[in-house]
């Protein structure tokens, strides 16, 4: 395996040789280009105010360090402080849960599998602040649980401190790790852990002995958990206010809601939130090494489930129920429940009563002019052009992530990738408008500020890094014996690739398109900052109801969102299961197991 | 001629080098396939037979040296053709076989591109599952079948496209003993009626001899000896050649002279210096210390009194269907391995060694220079 | 019979080409059309607003017909004023219209508001008062921050407190509720007018109202004072009777006793702080663009300009009082602007102290209630 890894890596050759090794490095250019473009120059502008601020007219200074010791200081500090542990905890506690229900969904005969995999890509999708959203709902004095009978009081005040914030932010950042885990998971053959039981192991010190071989999938995990929670906004936003427990994303919201706003504080933070990610990156990399991870082939078979008796069996199945309760049961049916209860959070001396006159109001244009329909259309628009320019990208990047392991531009990527996770969206929305507003660059090249193409830019470039690591994991399973072996056998390059990696890949792009589709629809921080006039999003539009005194409507609003992003997803699975070949859905993807 | 014979193309290899950073995979690699030929390319892992293979390919780039195939230079220079313009075909060692398209699907794949007819394609494919024996399979996927179900399918779609040039990459390494046989006997008849040069790399000698017409050795991205395998095993150019393609017992000799062209007395170290007549690949010097490889064919085994040989004792013996392999001690911590005999030593039990002259050979053990011709 | 035929080779190539032809085409087409859209005679502006009634004032001046456009930029000031600060030297905002002075002020301090640009019409003490000297910026309209809002089901009127100060004491223990300066905008002008207030200030330094500010309100949450982050939550807290009674803005609590908290009322202590719904023109749009702002300016200060603000939002901003003399408020909820005692800060003086105050309060009385 080693060996067929290196020897499809060419390091630099001699100069007599080739044009593809020239069109591998223009490719490579041109694609430094796009990044720059995308991610870099927009982030690298907002960065460099945090020692700069002259640079784009936010002070006086062209090099200072005041706004480095304001960043840690007591006040902004304990933001950053709390985001490291709170960060730390999600991300160990998210793979320790996630892989236990990566086990069980794989390995074993639990219950309800196929719900499970469904349940945990709508995990995936939900915003956080979407998460926050139902939980107050439900647990809020005359809330969503009042309603139902349940009194939550005892529960509402502990929620609202650094245990729910944990839970909420361990729920979103589930998927992230269950994905890579199960990828793990499939490259692990039952042969380690009957070599483990046959020599004397029981089924604990099997499971102890086997999973050290997937610590690279253990280690990803943990590395984009920990980037995925520190660049967390929603939660910061909502819970963390709440519960009086600033965090990172929040100080630097904060620091940015005065006016004159505080840019460079703020850019440190962002700094400081980037360069985060940096140790779990190292970490895992020294572990990884030069390992290749192609298993995905003719060979591949499906891996076998440990039959549990009925007893263990309901019990697994109910820990999974449970923890789906938890993540995602709870919050959608606080939302749910939430938005058909009249007056939520008022006490009512007739008692409960159930209405839908939130859901009629939606569409209906209030005076502000603001109903749903316009921007819930607009979402949605650009959720279709930013999936697939994100998917295009990603699929690049993917490539070049996974080959060449070890190597520095590997390395590179990898690090500016995860980094680029670890950007709050805000960050990158007002850095949209210090480079692409500057004076040359709207006058001589092209004016894109206030415009919607800058918008879904600015959108692509916050969801590519983490798609293509998503995407990363199975891409890099693919054997590359599958694409020698039609290139050989008179496949022209693009035929080769269309024949064998684009079945193989085409779950995975589906389900990446998804991702960001239903990301871009619920994403708030850029949006907001970038919409053009007159062209508001639904995520925005949402919020303003929210934030004024139409909570319900703003809940309604949510409700009704998220069902329409369900529903496009069930439309998109159809098309793909009618329009696909059925080879094509035989092929394993971590996760969508048919 | 016929068509078949036509069919078949030569490979030209000259000055052939890779570099994969530091390391020098191929070292100016030179060798020439007559149309027809079955090459096996035979070495340990590193030593280049799989980088050279997949220069043949297409696959990777070489660093230096050129790669004709049937006349027409595809790497060279400023030339390099692509893989698909090539007209070869490859069997992988881990069958790369689509796991998205049936056996069918996979077979017909090089089809897609040629002037057929549909019902040309599929009557081809048919043909072809009947011939290697899995028509009843055309429907089922890659994942749904065993090992050697898979090298067949791998098998039958690299003869679909009839091409002169059959690459074959350890197609038999990931299979169990009993369907290796059965499939390298599939290969080797498949191969040549369908009058294609085969170029088959594999570090089994064995799997070599019974496949070959001729074998190249390979060492450290080197070539050292291309022959037939009759050549090799009876006259092999170094030491490593004659390690490689399997020896009984190796010692340290004195040499006592040369007896004729290619003989010399050489006396052994044990045995209070039994002498014996080895074979010598060059000329050597009286008084040389020198190496002895001993195939195990050229030794056998007789009673405690019989005249001629060396005394030993049986430390392990082996039943072998046919017979019995031993392993024989001869004294001074020296043995030999996997010797022959239709009759059983018993463990412990005293014999008589007796050496073949064509089977042993004398040589510099440090002698490890390229072939040169 | 693997050998790509030649002539599929060609077409190959020339589809290649054809549609790399076509995107470079279709992007520059692109291209083309952003650019072109700036070419237009009188493009007019970007009004930059947070207004509850901005769409229905910039649909009703455009149908005017005045020769231009003005494109309606709304948000919540917070994105309006980051927009502004990162558009640096190369604006886009033609006009700013949003709650509250200091940011105008801010702006003038930089430099970047037209002077001169108040329309000439009759304004009321109160108008005149956020008035600056410069003439850099024009009031709109009148809310009050530090409305007293209370609960008529929970808290009769006799109950309530008559003065600031009466606030802490421990009859109203944990029933008083107010906003967060730093994510609610009328805010910090409530904070910055009782400071001056309790600390008597007239000029010159501001330490000692700052210091007598924050005694205050520490003692408010000695008290038992609930903070939530803005109007919305505030009212929410009201329903839901966790608090009582809440100091906020006057728009806020009469829209929600008009829609969904029939038992809302509101008093004022003395002094309750006036907050002027501002509009101000950016002084280095070219010359054209200036005299387009300041026909929409004169407009919104004409009556057809302040009928469309009093219909524009009925339950929102459109419940304020006008700054012009002889208007009256738009619903008959809203008291004589007289009973408000409401006076006005300088917010050039406490627009600076914004940051201080805000962090201030975030560290001492948000965090760890």
Not at chain 2, 177 to 192: K, N, P, S, V
Request: hydrophobic share 45%; with cysteine.
């Amino acid at each position: 395996m080693a060996i067929a890894v290196l020897e499809t890596t060419t390091p630099a050759a001699p100069p007599s040789t080739t044009r593809s090794k020239k069109r591998g490095s223009l490719g490579g250019v041109i694609l430094w280009i796009v990044l720059f473009l995308l991610i870099i120059a927009p982030v690298g502008s907002f960065l460099i105010l945090g020692v700069s601020p002259r640079v784009f007219q936010q002070g006086p200074q062209w090099f200072t360090l005041t706004y480095v010791r304001q960043a840690f200081s007591s006040y902004f500090g304990q933001g950053i402080f709390n985001s490291l542990w709170v960060s730390t905890i999600v991300a160990i506690l998210s793979v320790c849960v996630a892989t236990a229900l990566a086990w069980l969904i794989h390995r074993t005969n639990v219950g309800g599998r196929r719900l499970w995999t469904v349940a945990m890509w709508l995990l995936l999708m939900m915003p956080t602040w979407m998460m926050t959203l139902g939980w107050g709902d439900l647990l809020q004095p005359f809330g969503a649980a009042q309603a139902l009978g349940v009194n939550t009081h005892w529960i509402y005040g502990e929620f609202f401190g650094p245990m729910g914030i944990v839970i909420v932010l361990t729920s979103a950042a589930l998927p992230f790790a269950y994905f890579i885990v199960s990828a793990g998971l499939q490259g692990l053959g039952p042969e380690f852990e009957d070599a483990a039981r046959i020599h004397g192991a029981g089924p604990i010190r099997s499971l102890q002995t086997v999973l050290p071989i997937i610590a690279p999938a253990l280690l990803s995990a943990l590395a984009i958990c920990f980037a995925e929670t520190m660049s967390d906004f929603g939660v910061a936003f909502t819970l963390g206010y709440h519960s009086h427990f600033p965090m990172a994303t929040y100080m630097l919201f904060n620091a940015i809601s005065s006016f004159p706003a505080n840019f460079s504080v703020a850019a440190v933070i962002a700094a400081v939130l980037i360069i985060s990610v940096i140790p779990p990156i190292v970490l895992q990399s020294r572990v990884m090494r030069k390992r290749s991870y192609a298993v995905l082939s003719g060979r591949t078979r499906a891996p076998r489930r440990r039959e549990l008796a009925r007893g263990p069996r309901a019990v697994a199945t109910t820990a999974v129920a449970g923890v789906f309760f938890v993540a995602l049961g709870v919050p959608i049916l606080g939302a749910v429940i939430g938005s058909l209860v009249k007056n939520l959070g008022i006490e009512s001396p007739n008692g409960v009563h159930f209405t839908l006159t939130y859901y009629a109001q939606i569409f209906k244009p209030s005076i502000q002019g603001d109903s749903l329909g316009a921007p819930l259309l607009l979402s949605n628009q650009l959720g279709l052009v930013v999936a697939t320019g994100t998917g295009v990208l990603a699929i690049i990047l993917a490539r070049r992530l996974i080959a060449n392991p070890g190597s520095w531009s590997q390395r590179v990527t990898d690090v500016f990738l995860l980094g680029s996770v670890a950007v709050p969206g805000v960050v990158l929305g007002v850095g949209y408008i210090f480079f692409y507003n500057l004076g040359f660059i709207s006058h001589n090249v092209v004016s894109l500020y206030k415009t919607l193409p800058l918008l879904m830019l600015a959108l692509v470039a916050n969801a590519v890094p983490g798609q293509t690591r998503f995407m990363a994991g199975p891409v890099s399973q693919i054997q590359p014996s599958l694409g020698d072996a039609a290139r050989v056998h008179g496949a022209g390059r693009m035929r080769a690739w269309r024949t064998t990696n684009l079945p193989l890949m085409s779950r995975v792009l589906l389900w990446g398109w998804l991702l960001t589709f239903t990301k871009t629809i619920a994403e708030l921080a850029i949006s907001q900052i970038l919409y053009p006039p007159s062209q508001e999003p639904a995520s925005v539009s949402i919020q303003s109801y929210l934030a004024n005194f139409a909570p319900n409507t703003g809940t309604a609003m949510t409700v009704l969102t998220l069902f329409e992003m369900l529903a496009v997803i069930g439309i998109a699975l159809s098309v793909y299961r009618l329009v696909t070949p059925r080879g094509w859905r035989r092929v394993g993807f971590s996760g969508v197991q048919s | 001629m016929s068509e078949t014979a036509r069919r078949a193309v030569g490979v030209s290899v000259r000055d052939l080098a890779k570099d994969f950073g530091e390391k020098r995979a191929l070292d100016g690699v030179s060798i020439d396939v007559e149309p027809g030929t079955f090459l096996v390319l035979l070495g340990p892992s590193g030593s280049g037979k799989t980088t050279l293979l997949r220069g043949v390919a297409g696959i990777d780039r070489p660093s230096s040296g050129t790669i004709s195939i049937g006349g027409n230079v595809v790497v060279g220079g400023k030339t390099f053709v692509p893989p698909e313009r090539r007209r070869l075909a490859m069997v992988f060692q881990d069958y790369a076989l689509w796991p998205h398209l049936n056996v069918r699907k996979n077979v017909a794949y090089p089809l897609a591109t040629s002037s057929l007819t549909k019902e040309d394609r599929s009557r081809r494919c048919d043909d072809l599952l009947e011939r290697v024996g899995i028509s009843h399979l055309s429907e089922r996927f890659p994942n749904e079948l065993s090992g050697g179900e898979q090298q067949r399918v791998a098998l039958a779609r690299a003869l679909a496209a009839e091409v002169g040039l059959i690459l074959f990459d350890e197609p038999l390494s990931n299979l169990d003993a009993d369907r290796r046989e059965q499939l390298r006997i599939e290969i080797a008849t498949l191969t040549r009626e369908a009058g294609a040069t085969a170029i088959y790399i594999t570090h089994d000698q064995s799997e070599a001899f019974a496949l070959a017409d001729q074998i190249g050795v390979l060492n450290q991205g080197q070539l050292i000896q291309l022959d037939t395998p009759e050549n090799i095993y009876r006259q092999p150019a170094t030491a490593f050649v004659a390690r490689f393609t399997g020896i009984a017992g190796e010692f340290p000799v004195h040499v006592l002279g040369e007896t004729s062209k290619r003989r010399a007395e050489v006396s052994l170290p044990f045995s209070s210096g039994y002498a014996i007549e080895a074979s010598t690949m060059e000329k050597i010097a009286p008084g040389a210390d020198l190496r002895l490889f001993v195939r195990a064919a050229g030794v056998t085994l007789a009673e405690p009194s019989h005249d001629e040989g060396v005394c030993g004792s049986i430390r392990d013996v082996a039943f072998k269907g046919h017979g019995y392999d031993h392993v024989v001690d001869v004294g001074d911590g020296y043995s030999l391995t996997k010797i022959y005999s239709s009759t059983k030593f018993e463990r412990g039990q005293n014999v008589k060694v007796c050496f073949d002259t064509k089977s042993c050979f004398v040589m510099d053990s440090s002698r490890e220079a390229k072939a040169t011709w | 019979m693997t050998t790509t035929s030649k002539p599929k080779n060609a077409v190959r190539k020339r589809f290649t080409v054809l549609a790399l032809a076509a995107s470079v085409a279709s992007l520059s087409g692109v291209v083309a059309i952003v650019a072109a859209s700036g070419a237009a005679s009188n493009p007019g502006f970007v009004l930059y607003s947070s207004q509850g009634y901005d769409h229905a004032s910039v649909a009703a001046f455009n149908a005017t017909n005045p020769g231009f456009t003005v494109t309606l930029n709304d948000n919540s000031t917070g994105p309006l004023l980051q927009q502004i600060q990162a558009e640096g030297s190369n604006p886009k905002w033609g006009v700013l219209w949003v709650d509250g002075a200091s940011a105008f002020a801010q702006l003038d301090g930089e430099g970047k508001l037209l002077h001169h640009s108040v329309p000439k019409v009759k304004f009321n003490s109160l108008g005149l008062e956020n008035i600056p000297a410069d003439g850099s910026f024009t009031p709109t309209g009148l809310t009050v921050t530090g409305a007293l809002c209370y609960d008529s089901s929970q808290i009769t009127a006799a109950q309530l407190p008559s003065t600031w100060q009466q606030l802490a004491s421990s009859q109203y223990k944990g029933l008083v509720g107010m906003n967060d300066p730093s994510q609610s905008g009328p805010t910090f002008p409530m904070i910055a007018g009782i400071m001056s207030y309790l600390g008597k200030y007239k000029s010159g330094s501001t330490t000692r109202a700052v210091t007598a500010g924050e005694a205050f309100y520490t003692s408010l949450k000695a008290n038992g004072l609930v903070v939530n982050a803005v109007n919305g939550a505030t009212i929410t807290a009201m329903e839901a009777h966790t608090i009582s009674m809440a100091t906020i803005q006057s728009s806020a609590c009469y829209g929600a006793a008009l829609t969904t908290f029939p038992s809302m009322k509101v008093t004022y202590l003395n002094p309750s702080i006036a907050l002027p719904s501002v509009i101000g023109i950016d002084g280095k749009q070219p010359k054209l663009v200036r005299q387009d702002a300041q026909k929409f300016v004169d407009w919104v200060l004409s009556p057809a300009g302040q009928a469309v603000m009093q219909t524009g939002d009925p339950e929102g901003d459109s419940l304020f009082w006008p700054v012009i003399t002889g208007e009256s408020p738009s619903n008959p909820i809203i008291p004589p602007l007289s009973s408000t005692h409401a006076i006005s800060t300088n917010p050039y003086t406490w627009g600076k102290l914004e940051t201080q105050v805000n962090t201030w309060f975030d560290s001492n009385i948000v965090s760890g209630l």
